[in-house]
């Protein structure tokens, strides 16, 4: 135990303390009055607008932004990878869908959003396309990218011994496509907090988005930035999670092999 405890500190005091320095300053520097509060709220404000809105935050809002995050990281996996691997068997599948793909990041969020609305109104579904949107492309790229970085040399091994293509992909290609495919995923669930936050911004009624709008539109700072912390913890977590089922997956694949 105090191995670890000790591992722990060495790889995150650093930062941890810096981070304590910054809250610090921020605290000392919004109480002096160098910066308004409407404009910056001192630490200790954000706690208290986190704690006199909590059952309204954790009850209604971060439930609503947590299941339009996961919907939408579901379905962006699972058609991202099986778009990725798509891509990867089929050059012509790749031609037509590339493109294609690289078109989808070009548009802006907050200028395609009012159309996911007039399509699915202010129902889940607008803001979970948003989410897609947002989140699909890490996980093709990483899919489609990662499975090109097959070893040759096992490949031409494997093809001496008669194996065909599924054997290749089964056995050499996915395996070492792992790192990569996680990679995507870790980028891809945070770009779901942050493609669910403009979805609520545009158009809900609940939500951490929704709340900080209106709470922007009131001038309460504190609040707003007590949403956006939830927010980054949310991020923060599921990005955690992932790294934790990577770790877990790659243990079991070395395990194996």
């Known amino acids: 135990m105090k191995t670890r405890l000790k591992k722990w500190a060495e790889q995150y005091g650093l930062f941890l303390l810096v981070v304590l320095l910054l809250v610090s300053g921020w605290e000392w520097v919004v109480r002096q009055g160098m910066i308004p509060s409407f404009i910056l709220p001192a630490p200790s404000a954000i706690w208290g607008a986190l704690l006199e809105n909590r059952q309204l935050l954790f009850e ?107 054997d290749i992909f089964n056995k050499i290609q996915l395996p070492m496509a792992l790192p990569a495919i996680f990679s995507g995923l870790k980028l891809s669930v945070v770009y779901c907090v942050v493609g669910a936050t403009i979805g609520e911004w545009l158009g809900a009624s609940e939500g951490l988005g929704y709340f900080s709008r209106r709470m922007s539109g009131n001038l309460q700072a504190d609040s707003v930035f007590a949403s956006i912390f939830l927010l980054s913890m949310l991020g923060i977590v599921l990005f955690l999670l992932i790294g934790l089922l990577e770790k877990q997956v790659l243990k079991n694949r070395n395990r194996f092999n």
Do not use: C
């Open 60 to 166: 209604e809002h971060l439930p609503a932004t947590l299941k339009e995050v996961l919907i939408g990281f579901g379905l962006s996996v699972i058609g991202g990878l099986f778009m990725g691997v798509g891509m990867h068997f089929s050059r012509s599948l790749e031609k037509v869908l590339y493109p294609f793909l690289v078109i989808s990041q070009t548009v802006p969020l907050i200028a395609i959003s009012p159309i996911f609305i007039m399509w699915f109104g202010y129902s889940i579904w607008s803001k979970i396309a948003v989410t897609i949107l947002t989140a699909f492309f890490p996980i093709v790229v990483s899919t489609y990218d990662g499975l090109k970085t097959g070893s040759l040399e096992y490949r031409e091994l494997l093809l001496t011994m008669g194996a065909n293509r599924w």
